[in-house]
C-alpha cells in the first residue's frame, strides 16, 4: 500500500536546525497530503505541518509557525520539514503521516512512518 520511511532526525543544541526527510512509496501514494506530527514522552502525538498535493497550501502548529517549513518534491515522493531555531520543547519523536484527508487530527492520517528522534538540548 503505502509506506512512508523517515530520516534526518538527531541531536542538536537550541537555536540550531535540522531537515527532516519523508520518503514515500506504494500506488496510494498519489495525491494525497502529507504532514508530521510529534510526540514526545509521556504527551499524546499532535500536529506540526501538512501540506497539500500542489504544495499551494501548507499549515503550521502555532508552536512551529515562523520556525518550521514543510515542502514536498512530488518527482521524488519526498516531503521535507526544515526546522530552523529549534528549542527544547522541540525534542519529540517526529512521525510523517499522509492521506487523502489528511487534517490536523492524528486520526486523520491513513499511513504513518516508523518515526526519527529529534533531540534539542539546551
Known amino acids: 500500500q503505502v509506506q512512508l520511511v523517515e530520516s534526518g532526525g538527531g541531536l542538536v543544541q537550541a537555536g540550531g536546525s535540522l531537515r527532516l526527510s519523508c520518503a514515500a512509496s506504494g500506488r496510494a501514494f498519489s495525491g494525497n497530503t502529507m504532514g508530521w506530527f510529534r510526540q514526545a514522552p509521556g504527551k499524546e502525538r499532535e500536529f506540526v505541518a501538512r501540506i497539500t498535493w500542489s504544495g499551494r497550501t501548507r499549515e503550521y502548529a502555532a508552536s512551529v509557525t515562523g520556525r518550521f517549513t514543510i515542502s514536498r518534491d512530488n518527482a521524488k515522493n519526498t516531503v521535507y520539514l526544515q526546522m530552523n531555531n529549534l528549542k527544547p520543547e522541540d525534542t519529540a519523536v517526529y512521525y510523517c503521516?499522509?492521506?487523502?484527508?489528511?487534517?490536523?487530527?492524528?486520526?486523520?492520517?491513513?499511513?504513518w512512518g516508523q518515526g526519527t528522534q529529534v533531540t534539542v538540548s539546551s
Open positions: 503521516a499522509t492521506g487523502a484527508a489528511l487534517s490536523t487530527g492524528v486520526l486523520s492520517a491513513d499511513y
